[in-house]
C-alpha cells in the first residue's frame, strides 16, 4: 500500500514569491493534517480536513497561508506572498478516521522542505 | 490545553544497550492516545508505538516498550538491544480521543547509537 506522498521534497524560493505543496493521503483515508515543523521542534497543526471539510484551521495563518482538498482526497497549501520565517518543513498525514486507535492513528509523507531566500 | 515534555534533549548509547526515552504531558482529558513516532535524518515521521490511555497494560512492539504511568502522565519509550537504525529523532505526542483530533507533539529526543 502506498504511503502519504508529498511534492516537492525540496524548494527554494525568494521572499515574496507564491509557493505551493501538494499532498497525496494514503487511499481510503478521510482525514488529512497539514503540520508545520521548524528546525529541531516537534510538528504544529495547521489545518486538518475531514474529507472536503476544513474542520480545524485555527492555526492556519489566513492572511498568506490557504488550502484546499478537492473531492476530499489531494490537498494543496499555498503561501502567497511567503516570508523568511516561513522557511520550515511542511508535514502531511492522513488517517482513516474512525472510533478505533487504529483508525485514528495518523500517518506522515516525507515533508517539504522549504527555504525562503 | 494539552503540552507534552521530553525532557532530554539528546541521548547517545552503545549498540546492543537499553535506552529509556521519557515523555510526561498534562491534559484534563480522560479520553486519550499516546504515541511514539520517530524521524530518522532521512525526514519521514514513523510511528512507532501507540498506547490507548483507558488500557492499563503497556504496549510493545518488539524491542520498543512503553512504561504508562496514567495518574503521572508518563509515557517513557523503552528500547532494547538498541541498533544503529534506532539512530533518529523521537516525538512523543498526544491526541485527545474521538473525531480526528490534532496531534501534539513534544520537543523531541535526539537518540544516537553508537557502534
Redesign the interface.
Known amino acids: 500500500e502506498a504511503g502519504v506522498v508529498q511534492s516537492p521534497r525540496y524548494k527554494i524560493i525568494e521572499k515574496k514569491q507564491p509557493v505551493a505543496f501538494w499532498c497525496n493521503p494514503i487511499s481510503g483515508h478521510?482525514?488529512l493534517?497539514w503540520?508545520l515543523q521548524n528546525l529541531?521542534?516537534?510538528?504544529?497543526?495547521l489545518i486538518?480536513y475531514?474529507n472536503e471539510e476544513a474542520?480545524?484551521d485555527s492555526q492556519l495563518p489566513k492572511d498568506r497561508f490557504s488550502a484546499e482538498r478537492l473531492k476530499g482526497v489531494d490537498s494543496t497549501l499555498k503561501i502567497q506572498p511567503a516570508e523568511l520565517g516561513d522557511s520550515a518543513?511542511y508535514?502531511c498525514?492522513s488517517?482513516l478516521?474512525g472510533?478505533a486507535?487504529q483508525q485514528?492513528?495518523?500517518?506522515?509523507?516525507?515533508?517539504t522542505?522549504l527555504l525562503v531566500l | 490545553a494539552q503540552t507534552?515534555t521530553q525532557s532530554q534533549p539528546e541521548m547517545s548509547v552503545q549498540e546492543a544497550e537499553t535506552v529509556t526515552l521519557s515523555c510526561t504531558y498534562d491534559t484534563s482529558e480522560s479520553n486519550y492516545?499516546l504515541?511514539w513516532?520517530k524521524q530518522p535524518p532521512?525526514?519521514?515521521?514513523?510511528?512507532v508505538i501507540?498506547q490507548?490511555a483507558y488500557k492499563q497494560q503497556n504496549a510493545t512492539e518488539n524491542r520498543f516498550s512503553v512504561n504508562f504511568q496514567k495518574a503521572a502522565k508518563s509515557f517513557s519509550l523503552k528500547i532494547s538491544d538498541s541498533q544503529l537504525g534506532d539512530t533518529a529523532m523521537y516525538?512523543c505526542?498526544f491526541?485527545k480521543?474521538?473525531g480526528?483530533?490534532?496531534?501534539v507533539?513534544?520537543?523531541?529526543t535526539r537518540l544516537t547509537i553508537n557502534p
Open positions: 478521510n482525514t493534517y503540520y529541531g521542534q516537534g510538528p504544529e497543526l486538518r475531514e474542520v480545524d518543513v508535514l498525514a488517517s478516521g472510533p486507535i485514528e492513528t495518523q500517518y506522515f509523507g516525507p515533508g522542505r | 507534552v492516545y504515541f513516532y532521512s525526514r519521514q515521521m514513523i510511528l501507540r490507548e516525538f505526542a491526541m480521543r474521538g480526528a483530533q490534532k496531534l507533539f513534544g520537543q523531541g
